[in-house]
């Protein structure tokens, strides 16, 4: 490059990087670092180009040759050679913005797309701007070229990311009001099928309405998944032990039409997760891959410990460098068009026919890893298969930790005095109605304030059973904190169908803490009062 090239090429990209306002409230050897840190990325990938116009020949410089595949760098070549790497659809427009400004002299930014000879596509970002210093009369154009492939590549998955999130937090809304509604659907339908005047037809009746009930809380259950709010609890497990106790139960669900095979790594490291949620992930991830194996194939679950370092992190925004435990499932399907590849996490997106799936499988899949402090990555190609791989974070706990044991039934009765706090009318009714007819003495409340207010009056109050989120200044968890300063022997029990994070931290329940999920039947409500007021609190570890 002429040293005027260099001269224009540094005057554009410092006018690019150029901020006034920096300058004004930043100290000057921060800025210099800012920019020279945004040079360093960008020159490592960058080079420049003069276009001769009258000759119809390009000079490039030696950088030129590494972005676009090259073997050797070249001093000058036709113009037509170097757009023969542009596919057709990119190649028009940027040979007309090259054109326009060789002719009119103002400068022109444009982006399009470059295939290398070994195939590959990359995107490149290109400005340039009129230039009067070619050998021929008539002007030319000097030009920067920058791969930007990874920059677009990472914005992608951050958009992705953000738009994941917002539909997150929009289902886990949802969730929570619909939740409260099927707590006093199916409690009422279950008394209604255990009712001592009820005849068969009546019965009949309740269960079917039961069972529509129970899918409807498994759809919310799923948005809860996907929008991380589900509360998780989560051991320190043997990955390879998980895959094992499933691997009977995908055996009768996946058909003689599918061959499973299942291929542990021996010294595996151990993990802290939810069991329960992981063996659902992973039979969800076991049916979407039958499925997409109509007429039979291969399932293939590997586990592995695998390190993911800083390169990856950077390729993959919602990744973390670490030692992780590898889960992963692959099939031999039909695979999934690139086009949809970056939606299949999104809640109700199916490529199944009409009535064959929720949509929601992937994306419960998905808000568990997440929650779990994990990664997901998936790989498809029509016609070859589709691999889900599942990074769960290696547990810095070397123990391995049993799964505490089932505590016995207890007396499902009781005479306690139970403040019940629920600011929805109808949850409060019904959890009320539950309490007497198993012999509990209650109290009422709709808020924070009016639930403390109960505990001052000196009534006597022996479990304080409260929503987590409720109406005003104070939470469940805030009542349930200052009220046992006041009253040191009091129980608590949690009750909630979306806890945000009042009570769950780093996707697990806090310590100690009791919590009925909604929806819930009568016979949960009566077995988690009486755990509660035993004493019975849930596992640490």
Not at 62 to 90: K, S
Not at 130 to 136: A, F, L, M, S
Not at 154 to 177: C, F, I, N, P, W
Not at 410 to 418: A, K, P, R, S, Y
């Amino acid at each position: 490059m002429a040293p005027s090239e260099r001269t224009q090429v540094g005057a554009l990209w410092g006018a690019r990087f150029y901020r006034p306002e920096l300058f004004e409230s930043t100290e000057p050897f921060l800025v210099l670092f800012f920019l020279g840190s945004l040079l360093a990325q960008s020159i490592a990938h960058m080079g420049a180009v003069t276009f001769d116009m009258a000759t119809g020949t390009v000079r490039p410089s030696p950088q030129i040759a590494t972005i676009f595949g090259w073997p050797d760098p070249v001093e000058e070549i036709p113009l037509q050679e170097l757009l023969a790497a542009v596919p057709e659809a990119d190649r028009q427009p940027l040979e007309q913005a090259i054109e326009r400004c060789a002719a009119n002299g103002g400068p022109y930014r444009h982006e399009f797309r470059i295939t290398r000879p070994d195939g590959s596509t990359r995107t490149i970002w290109s400005e340039g701007f009129q230039d009067h210093g070619t050998p021929t009369a008539a002007a030319g154009v000097v030009a920067i070229c920058q791969d930007v492939t990874d920059r677009r590549m990472a914005e992608r998955q951050l958009a992705q990311s953000q738009k994941m999130e917002g539909v997150g937090q929009l289902t886990g809304g949802v969730a929570h009001d619909f939740n409260n509604l099927l707590t006093v659907i199916i409690g009422n339908l279950d008394m209604l099928a255990e009712w001592p005047g009820a005849d068969a037809r009546a019965r009949e009746t309740a269960e079917i309405a039961l069972k529509a009930a129970d899918r409807g809380a498994d759809l919310v259950r799923s948005l809860l998944a996907f929008s991380r709010k589900q509360p998780l609890q989560p051991r320190v497990v043997d990955l390879n032990e998980i895959v094992m106790e499933t691997d009977h139960l995908l055996r009768r669900t996946l058909g003689e039409q599918v061959e499973l095979e299942t291929s542990p790594e021996r010294k595996i490291w151990l993990t802290m997760v939810d069991p329960a949620q992981l063996q659902a992930a992973l039979i969800n991830l076991a049916v979407n891959a039958r499925d997409s194996m109509r007429q039979g194939g291969k399932l293939t679950i590997e586990t592995g410990n695998v390190v993911l370092d800083e390169d990856y992190a950077l390729q993959n925004a919602d990744a973390k460098p670490g030692a992780y435990v590898l889960l992963a499932v692959s099939d031999t399907g039909s695979g999934i068009p690139a086009a949809i590849l970056d939606r299949v996490f999104e809640p109700f997106f199916t490529t199944k026919e009409t009535g064959k799936g929720t949509g929601l499988g992937l994306s419960m899949v998905y808000g568990f890893i997440k929650q779990s402090n994990g990664h997901i990555k998936i790989y498809s190609e029509v016609g070859h298969g589709t691999t889900v791989k599942l990074y769960l974070p290696r547990s810095e706990t070397t123990a391995h930790v049993e799964a505490p044991a089932t505590a016995a039934e207890l007396d499902q009765t009781g005479n306690e005095t139970v403040l019940v706090v629920e600011d929805d009318a109808m949850v409060r009714d019904f959890v009320v109605q539950q309490l007497r007819q198993l012999g509990y003495r209650t109290r009422l409340a709709g808020n924070g304030r009016e639930a403390l207010a109960a505990l001052d009056d000196g009534s006597g109050i022996d479990l304080l059973l409260t929503d987590v989120i409720l109406p005003g200044a104070l939470t469940g968890k805030q009542v349930a904190d200052t009220a046992q300063r006041r009253q040191p022997d009091l129980k608590v029990l949690f009750m909630s169908g979306y806890t945000e994070n009042a009570i769950v931290h780093h996707g697990r329940l806090d310590p100690g803490v009791l919590l009925l999920s909604k929806p819930f039947r009568a016979g949960d409500l009566a077995q988690m009062v009486r755990r509660a007021i035993a004493g019975n609190q849930p596992s640490d570890t």
